[in-house]
RNA sequence: GCGAAAGUGGCGGAAUUGGCAGACGCGCCAGACUUAGGAUCUGGUCCCGCAAGGGGUGGGGGUUCGAGUCCCCCCUUUCGCACCA
């Protein structure tokens, strides 16, 4: 072998081996046990950056673990590829996003190559080709039908100066990212819907099939989910004789109510104006209301405002009437749109009934029963009830469940559960994205495109302005239909899917990505599901992580698979900053990856994204660390190209079955180095099946390194045989495999092997042989350490003891005391207590 | 405000179940080989101290023979949700 480490050849030859072998191909094994690895697919923005690399680098070791324990392991990739950035890409050079994003996935293709993961290329799934798309079109259609799919007139972000929707993550400290000044305004869009509100308890409860997620994801999306258990309570419009509903999870409160709050897009309030005495200026200050609600939206903390509407409503438990009044900082979308308020036990209400002088009364006590002098704040907890009627004395649990019960008996009421989670606006006002497969018809109305219709093809051909209404709507020839019911003239929708729609089961595809009958294959997804593993960043705790599931659910009722989740596994890695903060092209603080492996290598690449830090955690890019991974796997080439051709030849121990701990014929130099190896394989060996922290593994093949670095000259005396020097760097050169599979596959065939590392099954680390043959033990007294004696592996508690007090150092730490206890941990320490 | 995670050398980080704090790497210091070193190798590097020794894991208390690790209070940072009734 070559005695200079050249990255780029040694890079370039594995790959084309790789490829012409197709050592990443996976295919249905019956019998055989699967591995499905999943990163999360990437979009194609035109260059990788390092926090691919470093998501890339975590599954690829993973894969590549799993494959020489044997398993059978599907590893694949994708692009996501529909989406805005090739859209404005678009109509700023005026060519049609599908040339940049098929030029840009083409060199993403290849940087991800150049990076050398073990991915099955045949199973690439690009989301913005008919071939995948139309299967959005389909599930859309599957759940128009079941009802799951709807219509409703909703509010958007819109920019005044675009004339165009915004999506969410466009609108920045309420203005539009394109127009930083120009404030955004909401407006009522007739939008299409996915109703994941029918699916939050099953979203909820099957949380508990995902035992190894992330506690941090699960408590992200059961916030997000925000179930809460209450009483719906009708309050009588006394003037109107028409009941008003209000949502409370503190029913046991009620008789302290002293207000009803309405938020000022109550429907209720239309009819409350018309019959007021004074129309107009009830008119105008609801408005001044609602656009202090609106701001309230985009600010942190508006001050609380509010209107009295001058009509009175009933509480039906103890008939008492209470002022209506509006107030800015209730939730229309939430509950029921209005709020029953109790100051003395909600601190909102106890805010806004201090600031316009409206009485306060408390109804709940301390369960201690101490009552305070002066209310400065609301009490918020359970206690017992008070000026309560007939439920004064219980306690809010029972207050609770006894009042609920009795309001649904008389009628005034019931229990009920709300979400916070709102159902799913997918309708996007743009162009690259998938078309809702809808139809409008003067005659039938809204009909939905025939299943054997699809593909619903995006036009290729399109002028993008950026402005005015969706794009789609330009083009005659895509707009203009017939009704898929009656024959006759029609328009289809022109807007498309929100595109995380496309990224909620594109892992099925990978299974089959070909299949062209159906969106997925049965007998494919039966043997690969579920992803035993899915990596990606936490940025997509919420969003996408819970579209996903939803997406598997609503599969599951179709009879399209038979699980509820389809990840067992969610690891969740952290972020590539530098200098502080998250890369970006803002900031300048961009690292290149492409650069680096020009100019180090995609193994040390890799390598020091796995060392810098635990995968969990965010990594600080340095680009003196980055130097120090070079100069490891430099110092690796030479180490062994200096012995490979002494050890070449040796027949290998490590592909025999594992010997007898102590084989007499070895030095102690051997037993030492070779204890050092197994120690090493142990550890990294457990650590691939739990723990993951590759950057304690990437230290030990450090550590094995010095180790044989200082026992080295013993070669030269035949202290050290070949057979040893061969084991020790094979067991280095395959832990290397999972990380920086390219210098070790080179290694490997260095060492008088052929072909590559993926293909050589995971050595058995030596549990004898890993374990040391003398224990240095620390011996404290009193808690300090003040000597280290050395025993023998075997020796018992009484003579460790003996040597311990008879260690002279000790002995003069001890100078006379008594010994009160001598604590022994087995392989640990000794701790003298003396007096 | 609520919720979660985290605070360890000059830096990234080790210490997996309460048991030798600082592995490994970066940086720095000294030396060797060198025309040269941004190559390589050797030694050193938590703080105070010549040493013996002492101190030390954000701060304060506690449990324990023993605490980075467990408990209580406080501080700081990051992230998520932010008037959800």
């Not at 409008?440 to 009909?447: E, H, L, R, S």
Request: proline share 6%.
């Amino acid at each position: 072998m070559d005695t200079q480490y050249e990255p780029q050849k040694i890079e370039e030859k594995w790959q084309k081996l790789w490829a012409e072998q197709h050592l990443f191909d996976a295919d249905i094994a019956p019998g055989r046990k699967k591995y499905y690895v999943l990163e999360m697919l990437p979009y194609p923005s035109g260059d990788i950056h390092m926090g691919h690399v470093r998501n890339y680098s975590i599954g690829d070791a993973l894969a590549r673990y799993m494959s020489m324990k044997g398993l059978n392991v599907l590893h694949p990739i994708g692009w996501d590829s529909f989406g805005l950035p090739a859209e404005n890409a678009a109509i700023k050079h005026q060519r049609p996003p599908a040339e940049f994003t098929f030029a840009y996935i083409d060199r993403m293709r290849r940087q991800l190559k150049r990076l050398g993961v073990s991915y099955d290329w045949r199973r690439e799934v690009t989301t913005c080709v008919p071939e995948y798309y139309r299967w959005n079109q389909w599930f859309f259609l599957k759940m128009y039908e079941r009802g799951l799919a709807y219509r409703k007139k909703s509010r958007v972000n819109w920019c005044p100066q675009c004339e165009t929707v915004l999506a969410n993550e466009q609108v920045v400290d309420g203005c539009c990212w394109r127009h930083e000044d120009t404030p955004v305004v909401e407006k009522d869009l007739e939008q299409w819907f996915l109703k994941i509100t029918d699916y939050a308890e099953r979203l909820l409860e099957d949380m508990n099939e995902l035992v190894r997620w992330p506690e941090r994801v699960l408590t992200m999306q059961q916030n997000w989910i925000g179930r809460s258990k209450g009483t719906e309570v009708d309050f009588k419009v006394e003037e109107l004789d028409i009941p008003l509903r209000v949502f409370t999870t503190r029913v046991d409160t009620i008789f302290g109510c002293t207000v009803v709050f309405a938020a000022a897009e109550h429907p209720l309030l239309e009819k409350m104006i018309a019959a007021s005495k004074a129309p107009e200026k009830l008119r105008d200050e609801v408005e001044r209301i609602k656009q202090s609600a609106i701001r309230a939206r985009a600010e942190v903390n508006l001050e609380k405002d509010g209107v009295a509407t001058g009509f009175t409503a009933r509480n039906p438990y103890n008939g008492e009437q209470v002022p209506i009044w509006v107030a800015n900082f209730v939730l229309t979308e939430y509950g029921t749109g209005a709020v029953m308020a109790v100051p003395a036990h909600d601190q909102r209400d106890f805010e806004f009934c201090t600031t316009f002088n409206l009485p306060i009364r408390t109804v709940i006590l301390p369960k201690d029963g101490k009552r305070q002098e002066k209310l400065e704040a609301a009490f918020t907890e359970y206690g017992k009830l008070v000026n309560s009627g007939p439920y004064t004395g219980l306690t809010s649990e029972r207050a609770i469940e006894r009042m609920t019960h009795d309001a649904e008996s008389d009628g005034y009421g019931k229990g009920t559960i709300q979400y916070r989670i709102k159902d799913w606006g997918i309708s996007r006002q743009r162009y690259w994205g998938t078309p809702i497969p809808m139809v409008y018809c003067d005659a039938c109305g809204v009909v939905p495109v025939q299943e054997s219709d699809l593909p619903v093809l995006l036009p290729a051909d399109i002028r993008l302005t950026g402005t005015g209404q969706s794009p789609l709507a330009s083009v005659p020839e895509f707009v203009a239909t017939t009704c898929p019911q009656c024959g006759g003239p029609a328009r289809r929708e022109t807007d498309t899917m929100d595109t995380f729609v496309d990224s909620s089961w594109y892992f099925y595809r990978y299974t089959d990505p070909k299949i062209e009958t159906v969106p997925i294959s049965k007998e494919a997804v039966d043997y690969w599901f579920p992803v035993d593993q899915y990596i990606g960043g936490i940025e997509h705790a919420i969003l996408h992580l819970i579209y996903m599931r939803f997406f598997t659910k609503v599969m599951k009722d179709i009879g399209l698979v038979s699980f509820s989740e389809p990840v067992a596994r969610l690891f969740t890695q952290g972020m590539v900053i530098k200098d502080g903060s998250k890369m970006s092209k803002s900031k300048g603080n961009v690292v290149d990856p492409t650069a680096m492996f020009e100019k180090y290598g995609a193994d040390t690449v890799r390598l020091y994204m796995l060392f810098a830090a635990p995968p969990e955690k965010d990594l600080d890019w340095s680009d003196t660390g980055i130097e120090g991974a070079s100069r490891f796997l430099n110092r690796v080439y030479r180490v062994i190209s200096k012995h490979a051709e002494n050890v070449c030849a040796v027949e290998s121990v490590l592909e025999k079955k594992p010997r007898p701990a102590a084989l007499p014929g070895y030095t102690p130099e051997e037993r030492k180095l070779l204890r050092k190896a197994h120690q090493v394989l142990r550890h990294v060996t457990e650590d691939m099946e739990e723990r993951w922290h590759f950057n304690t593994d990437i230290a030990l093949t450090m550590e094995l390194v010095n180790e044989f670095a200082e026992l080295e000259p013993g070669i030269a005396d035949g202290k050290l045989r070949p057979e040893v020097v061969k084991e020790t760097l094979e067991i280095l050169v395959l832990t290397l495999a999972l990380f920086t599979p390219h210098i070790a596959d080179e290694l490997w065939e260095g060492l008088g092997h052929s072909g590559a590392t993926l293909r050589v099954a995971w050595p058995v680390y030596n549990a004898g042989l890993a374990v040391e043959e003398e224990l240095e033990l620390p011996v404290q007294v009193n808690g300090k350490l003040r000597n280290r004696i050395h025993v023998a592996i075997g020796a018992n508690d009484e003579e460790i003891r003996r040597l311990a007090l008879a260690d002279e150092k000790i002995a003069q730490y001890i100078n006379g005391r008594q010994v009160v206890k001598v604590i022994m941990v087995p392989q640990k320490l000794i701790n003298i207590v003396v007096k």
